[in-house]
């Protein structure tokens, strides 16, 4: 069974400045996918940024990246010039590759909260 | 508006009580799923439901039970609840697969057990 690990409860962060939260992961598949969410206190949660294992390339988006180390299985979640609007509790989640149609099963850490410091 | 409503969205009830928690989505998505939130834990899945009459357990199914028998509807049940099931429920919905959907999810329902 996959496992998911975040192993920072809470971050704090200067409003502008950057942060970077940790996930690890264990899992024997080779192939499968990493998302990070994201709970603002309205509690509905957004989905920040996606990363195929398959894929090199680390996923971008906007002000959000990731470091994806297969090898080391982590997967960090960067915030660049954060907002005040960033403050959240901040999920990362696993999704097997197996079966790519119906295997919808996601697995998720114990999560980060994230506290914007204007 | 696009949505995913449950209730109820508070419900305190007694051990062995059965009960029902409604999730209905209205933007036709196929995809249904249960998590439970609780500190420490963080959201682990119950059950999904790929389509109408296709459900699938999640990482901790026991104790629960779900039916599809429409798309936009996806009930939660607890035919004998315990103490061990209070918890924050969330119901989400997503087009497709999460591969390449993104999961709406509802706004939660904070389930007492005693």
């Known amino acids: 069974a996959q496992t998911v690990t975040q192993s920072q409860p809470e971050m704090s962060v200067q409003e502008a400045e950057t942060v970077t939260l940790s996930c690890t992961y264990d899992t024997s598949e080779s192939d499968y996918y990493l998302f990070w969410y994201k709970q603002p206190p309205s509690r509905q949660m957004i989905l920040v940024i996606r990363?195929?294992?398959?894929?090199?390339q680390n996923a971008t988006e906007n002000r959000f990246s990731v470091n994806f180390q297969k090898a080391a299985k982590s997967f960090s979640l960067k915030i660049s010039d954060s907002q005040l609007g960033d403050a959240a509790m901040y999920f990362c989640a696993y999704r097997s590759a197996i079966g790519d149609f119906g295997n919808e099963k996601l697995t998720f850490g114990t999560g980060t909260r994230l506290t914007i410091i204007p | 508006e696009a949505q995913v409503t449950q209730n109820p969205r508070y419900l305190i009830t007694v051990t062995g009580k059965k009960l029902t928690v409604t999730c209905s989505q209205n933007?036709?998505?196929?995809?249904m799923s249960w998590y439970r939130q609780d500190p420490g834990l963080g959201l682990r899945q119950i059950y999904y439901?790929?389509?109408?009459?296709?459900?699938d357990k999640g990482d901790v199914p026991e104790g629960y039970k779900v039916s599809r028998k429409e798309k936009r509807n996806f009930p939660l049940i607890l035919e004998s609840p315990s103490p061990n099931q209070t918890s924050l429920y969330f119901c989400a919905s997503s087009f497709g697969g999460l591969l390449y959907h993104e999961q709406y999810f509802g706004p939660g329902t904070r389930l007492t057990v005693t």
């Open positions: 933007m036709n998505h196929e995809y």
């Open positions: 439901s790929m389509n109408v009459e296709v459900t």
């Open positions: 990363q195929e294992a398959y894929k090199q």
